[in-house]
């Protein structure tokens, strides 16, 4: 070897022991993740006696696993296999005239009961004053106009929510009706004879600024119900 290279290794000798250190360490890390790693190498897990190999863990099904038809199994609610089953906890009926209604909120379809939810309308009995000082019977009014709307239609209605205000009995539908693409709520508090209720959707909240703005149904006594028949 040449003086000069002696001359600089003596020179730099602590620099170059440290690098040739740290090249073996890297070749020997490479060796390890390639699987190659010699016996002595302080990373090998199973080169340590009392440490044993970890488990290892099955892939995930592609598809969750139900219980049998009619067997829950005990599964919460919120679970991702009750939550995947679309429409689990929702009824969804089809219904078709003639109807029978109660009010501005329910009606019958044969034997099945409909109580229209999210919205807020004038009881069976309520009286309105007009703005001339006289009386009408709004609530017979709102009636007649959700029939209207529904006589001749047929509907598809899913549960949602509840209506613990009017006591629907066992066997009731609670919630929204569509017809033709339209919501029936919708529709009556766009002629006027119902307000929306509580977090209303954005077709709604437009369908109640529209009849406000044109003075329809109740709109046009602001809403003044000053008794009730008895």
Do not use: H
């Given at each position: 070897m040449p003086a000069g290279w002696l001359t600089w290794l003596r020179a730099h000798r602590e620099g170059v022991l440290l690098g040739t250190i740290a090249v073996a360490g890297?070749?020997?890390?490479?060796?390890?993740?390639?699987?190659?790693?010699?016996?002595?190498?302080p990373w090998r897990w199973?080169?340590?006696?009392?440490?044993?190999?970890p488990e290892r863990v099955?892939?995930?099904?592609?598809k969750p696993m139900l219980p049998p038809p009619g067997e829950d199994g005990g599964l919460s609610p919120l679970s991702?296999?009750?939550?995947?089953?679309?429409?689990?906890?929702?009824?969804?009926?089809?219904?078709?005239?003639?109807?029978?209604?109660?009010?501005?909120?329910?009606?019958?379809s044969g034997e099945q009961l409909i109580v229209l939810t999210g919205i807020t309308a004038p009881p069976m009995d309520a009286v309105c004053e007009n703005p001339d000082k006289t009386?009408?019977?709004?609530?017979?009014?709102?009636?007649?106009t959700l029939y209207?709307?529904?006589?001749?239609?047929?509907?598809?209605?899913?549960?949602?929510?509840t209506a613990p205000e009017l006591s629907p009995p066992s066997g009731a539908?609670?919630?929204?009706?569509?017809?033709?693409?339209?919501?029936v709520a919708t529709e009556l508090v766009r002629i006027g004879f119902a307000k929306p209720l509580g977090?209303?959707?954005?077709?709604m909240l437009e369908a109640e600024s529209e009849a406000r703005a044109e003075i329809r149904g109740l709109w046009r006594n602001d809403w003044k119900m000053v008794a009730r028949n008895r």
């Open positions: 890297l070749v020997a890390l490479a060796l390890a993740f390639a699987g190659n790693a010699p016996n002595w190498a199973e080169s340590k006696p009392d440490r044993a190999l099955a892939a995930p099904p592609e991702p296999q009750m939550l995947g089953e679309a429409g689990r906890f929702r009824r969804v009926i089809t219904v078709e005239p003639p109807y029978e209604m109660v009010d501005s909120r329910r009606f019958y009386l009408s019977p709004c609530g017979i009014f709102a009636r007649a209207a709307i529904i006589r001749g239609e047929k509907l598809t209605c899913q549960s949602q929510g539908l609670v919630g929204a009706c569509r017809m033709r693409g339209k919501d977090f209303a959707p954005r077709a």
